[in-house]
């Protein structure tokens, strides 16, 4: 298994919406059905349920992706906006011209570079399996076991739907049940209607943390690292990735990452 997940990360570059518009770290920001035809306005869609990358903070989405792209969009002079939505249509948005770009925990792999293209790396993300305190499942090379039979819990589009998808549905060791929400994949382990989720170490410790008799397995099942996402070949991939790259080089990413996950 380590051997064939060394092979599938080799090729796995790494980068995540309730229509609802919110504002981020307190700032003002622009209606997204407005922003979107504005040229002068950086409109981020997303996923508002990925803690601690996007979230809900009363009625404002926070996290390390909303500050990260208000940073970029003050950088570069522009207004900021984002739209929140489920995770599988972010990349359509994209595409369709309704957003700028899409920033959600989101891994860059080969399947969605055919539909858009990819900023550098911002951040490093791990996908861990969550699993019930009892469970038999002890570890990642579990359910890669001859004659293995699990279901698993997913959220849609994500990284570790693919995954598991490639990994196990694909090879006949497992099922995978989606989910519009990671939640609602944990809320189902809860119930026993699947036997693990596989989903972004940072949500998967908030889960385990709200949810008595659930436990993070010690071995990872991947690692990856996050990207922002464009319309294939937009002028503003480039803008951005400047403006990311001198946040980087000046330590204001790593303060927004460091403000959210503690250093264990």
Request: with cysteine; aromatic share 8%; glycine share 8%.
């Amino acid at each position: 298994m380590k051997k064939f997940m060394k092979g599938l990360l080799a090729t796995t570059m790494v980068f995540a919406m309730m229509t609802s518009l919110v504002g981020c770290g307190g700032s003002e920001e622009a209606p997204a059905e407005e922003a979107a035809g504005t040229e002068n306005t950086l409109v981020m869609a997303t996923n508002a349920a990925f803690p601690p990358y996007e979230y809900y903070e009363g009625e404002e989405i926070v996290g390390i992706d909303a500050e990260i792209a208000k940073a970029i969009a003050d950088k570069l002079g522009m207004d900021f906006a984002i739209e929140d939505m489920e995770f599988d249509a972010i990349i359509p948005a994209v595409t369709s011209g309704k957003v700028s770009m899409g920033m959600a925990g989101m891994t860059v792999t080969e399947e969605r570079m055919q539909s858009v293209d990819f900023s550098d790396s911002y951040a490093k993300g791990v996908q861990v399996v969550i699993v019930k305190e009892d469970s038999a499942i002890t570890s990642v090379d579990d359910l890669f076991a001859e004659g293995a039979s699990h279901m698993i819990g997913v959220q849609t589009g994500t990284t570790g739907d693919l995954y598991t998808t490639w990994d196990l549905e694909d090879a006949g060791l497992a099922k995978v049940e989606r989910f519009n929400k990671g939640a609602d994949a944990v809320l189902a382990l809860t119930q026993d209607k699947v036997d693990c989720v596989v989903i972004d170490n940072e949500p998967a410790k908030e889960f385990v943390a709200a949810n008595e008799g659930l436990k993070i397995l010690e071995t990872a099942y991947a690692e990856e690292d996050y990207a922002i996402c464009f319309a294939k070949d937009s002028e503003l991939t480039a803008q951005v990735n400047g403006a990311l790259q001198e946040l980087i080089a000046d330590g204001t990413v790593q303060a927004i990452i460091d403000k959210y996950i503690s250093a264990e």
